[in-house]
DNA sequence: TATGTTACTTACTTTATGTAACTAACTATA
DNA sequence: TATAGTTAGTTACATAAAGTAAGTAACATA
């Protein structure tokens, strides 16, 4: 294990390599969702987008907002950390539109 | 499980999601490496590495040339494919320099 | 003959994820 | 008042993926 790598560098792709976390931001870049938007759209199970969602929370790229209402409606939202991750799943994009044949 | 993500997309998060994946093209953006090269830049054990090269290279986007040297050299290089992920990875070092706090 | 080299593979353990049922805190309906 | 319905989770258990360490093939050298 040598260190020939940039630690912010690994430690970006610890996160970002997480299954779900991409599809997660990649989702809320779209504007603040609910829980059961997200696990709806990008059909990852309730376990592990709660999960993901605490320790996205813990990285300081998304809050979480309460909102007093019957039922009870929770809005996941980006932070400017977490919103400036665009750029690089743009240039995710534009490579799979290049390379990744449809199916 | 909606569809409202672009399949494309999703299939290249799919790959570059995977653990390791994205550090191993990192890796060999700096030119040919061979297996234990990259196995102990990257931190990776012998037997993922192994696993993530053999699927690299069934997507395109890794070749292993064999150099019947003794012992054997074995060498693994990008493809077109491969290489064309710089500027996402390039991104996500941008991202990480501006809002990854250092250890 | 014993040791060293690279590039793996195999067997086994630990961790991560998927699945599905369950809970809390309410409201609406019968 | 009891029953069912809502969202946002949590829990327990099963399966899949990754880590660890030893083993193998095919050579060469000491």
Redesign the interface.
């Known amino acids: 294990?040598?260190q020939?790598?940039?630690?912010?560098?690994?430690?970006?792709?610890s996160i970002?390599?997480?299954?779900w976390?991409?599809?997660i931001i990649?989702?809320l870049l779209e504007g603040s969702q609910r829980f059961c938007e997200i696990e709806?759209?990008?059909?990852v199970s309730g376990r592990v987008l709660s999960e993901r969602l605490k320790d996205l929370e813990k990285e300081g790229m998304v809050t979480r907002t309460v909102h007093d209402e019957t039922p009870v409606r929770i809005e996941y939202s980006l932070t400017d950390?977490g919103h400036?991750?665009k750029?690089?799943l743009?240039?995710?994009?534009?490579?799979?539109?290049?390379?990744?044949e449809?199916?």
Chains 1, 2 share one sequence.
Not at 40 to 43: D, N, T
Not at 90 to 100: F, G, H, L, P
């Open positions: 294990m040598d020939t790598i940039c630690p912010k560098f690994e430690k970006a792709l970002m390599n997480k299954r976390t991409s599809l990649f989702q709806s759209a990008i059909g950390k400036s991750l750029p690089a743009n240039q995710i994009q534009s490579w799979a539109d290049e390379w990744v449809a199916e």
